[in-house]
DNA sequence: TTGTATGCGTTATCAC
DNA sequence: GTGATAACGCATACAA
């Protein structure tokens, strides 16, 4: 082992293959999964590259190969809790497929143009967790032949090279205004988060929607981003007054404000005298804190998608996987008054 | 705009010097900030990179130039509530200082020793959020001239190139064992995740030792791993019969699923018969939901460490900084019954 | 099996 | 101000 040097560059294959005696080819090849070195010359090279602390250069064999394992994952609010699920997970499968992730925090950045900087680092892929991707993004996407994987994001305008995970969020928004209605609710809420364009928008749309051919008028909030205060922001003003019985919120991270609000600083019972439903199910909504009855985007079935999209060829189709969702009763809902309506879809 | 390709590869400043009717070098020139070169020559060479949406290979610069903007971190479970704000945050303030997060979650790795890939990559810095720095790991960095910077790991064996982010372990156990005291507290417990060495064992080592000082028994429960789940097993056993009336949860995450549990599984009152004290401050340890009293490493002070340790030149000595830590009061442990004596530290 | 030569996309140096 | 050229560290086609 060298002593640590200052201002010391990483050592490289030239420094090996003089140490080992050798050209510079010969440690490739002792580092190629299939290289053809002799036994005895390839233990000579390791034992060199181990004294000298020598890692390959993968951006350097990038640069030749032309053929890259970075994955870009663009996203904000890590500390979402259901955001932080799912990122954990993608994270550890893409390690487990010998990808490496290179992570934006949008919340870093002053312009939402500012993330084609992943592709100056030449990411074979780009996953998008939140936020609208970019015209800019997609249109440097396809000129540079990098996919794109958009996941609970809009369609993209053209039929772009973007694959596209999307949980069936207007059936998530009916089953929700179903299991409210079924609890005998009369005037709800719903709060979405103010972004501009997502899934959360439709889910509360079809809220609405479903909520109105039931004759059930609902009230909408929609300031704040999609946090745990904006829950709170929102039960304040919607429960000022009697009146509201139910509420929507279009992630489980505002739900639980709300619900936690209703509870704790109005003394309202939940779900006796209001019933509250979620979308997500992260994994601290099931904590017997809050039982918080939501609508389930199974976060397996989500990592799965996306990974079978990142691994997709580099010239395969554009795709689209469907993720099912479904109503998971726990006990921020009032039971349901009579046999629930099968939902509509 | 070109038409996406299949299998295309990036277009290169070949490709924009051809368009554009220049050289290379005046493409280069172009997109480096202090570049000689004409304003008409650059305007034509910034619409052809433009129309064929051209991007810096950055892999190429880092080559050459022999200098990286790119910063690996290192951690695992994502989800956990702390664990997830401070990586949040990190991220963030990395982007807003053009640094690059290649991120590695060791959850999707085989064996610890394969960390070291991200050197594949030439970091200029490796930050380890958790899990310890294995030798190989810390031998690489010195061999390549690498920095490290620990947060809350132990010290390294050697006066290794590594900087130092410690949070008070120390203080914040005897700061628990204090408040638990103070409460009242007969017979206490600790719960530790099992991990073999880290900042979370100091912690309870700390509370033990100050219980110890004033007398009071402590149970030590060491089963699994942080996580909600072993806060819930915990509380299961350690409240199966009479006895304990005070438990230290060695972090947020296990200290609410003890809290949960005792609340609502086993019908406890907190803080009427049982007191709960975690660490960290996690978000949502301030959740009405939960009320945790906690010990707090200030999550703004942690990241601005972080910070300047990342920047810090790479020849600079090894440092080290310390974080102070405070309790929280909040509503999970008995009032105190005495005036509460000052922390011995 | 092994070494030589070339190219990947960039920037820095040097002429012009 | 501009273009040719070398070099970064690697992998590969080719020659030995």
Redesign the interface.
């Known amino acids: ?11 490289s294959s030239a420094d090996v293959a003089r140490l080992a005696g050798v050209s510079r080819s010969a440690v490739s090849r002792a580092f190629t999964p299939g290289g053809c070195v002799s036994p005895p010359t390839r233990a000579r090279i390791l034992a060199a590259a181990e004294k ?2 020598y ?6 064999r ?2 030749h190969q ?1 053929r890259s394992d970075l994955v870009g ?1 663009v996203g904000a ?5 259901y955001i ?2 799912q ?2 997970a993608l ?6 497929r010998n990808l ?6 949008t ?3 002053a312009e939402s143009s ?1 993330l ?2 992943l ?4 990411v074979r892929t780009v996953v998008l967790l939140s936020g609208a991707a970019p015209d800019r993004l997609m ?2 996407c ?5 996919r794109m994987v958009l996941i609970n994001r809009p369609a993209p305008p053209k039929g ?2 973007a694959d596209l995970i999307l949980a069936d969020s207007a059936a998530g928004g009916r089953l929700a205004a179903g299991r409210l209605a079924a609890a005998g609710c009369r005037h709800v809420a719903v709060v979405v988060s103010g972004s501009r364009t997502s899934a959360k928008r439709v889910r509360a749309r079809a809220f609405c929607d479903e909520m109105t051919a039931r004759g059930i008028p609902v009230t909408r909030w929609e300031k704040g981003p999609n946090s ?1 205060q904006t829950g709170i922001d929102a039960a304040r003003a919607l429960l000022a007054g009697p009146g509201i019985d139910g509420i929507f919120g279009v992630t489980d991270e505002i739900a ?1 404000g709300v ?3 209703a ?3 109005l003394g309202l019972a939940v779900p006796g005298e209001l019933s509250v439903i979620g979308f997500d199910d992260a ?2 909504s099931d ?4 039982r918080l009855t939501t609508i389930r985007q199974s976060l397996p079935a989500l990592t799965r998608a996306t990974m079978e999209a990142i691994e997709r060829p ?2 395969a189709p554009p795709n689209r996987s469907d993720i099912p969702v479904e109503l998971v009763e726990r006990s921020s809902v009032a039971p349901a008054r009579y046999k629930r309506r099968t939902d509509r879809t």
């Open positions: 082992m060298t002593a640590p040097e200052k201002g010391a560059r990483f050592v000298l602390g890692r390959v250069n993968r951006l350097a990038i640069l032309d994952v609010n890590f500390a979402n809790p932080s699920a990122f954990d994270s550890a499968e893409l390690h487990r490496q992730c290179l992570l934006l925090n919340a870093g950045m500012e084609v900087r592709l100056d680092y030449r249109r440097l396809a000129a540079n032949g990098a772009a090279l745990y639980l619900l936690n609000t509870r704790f600083e994994p601290i904590w017997s804190s809050h580099a010239d």
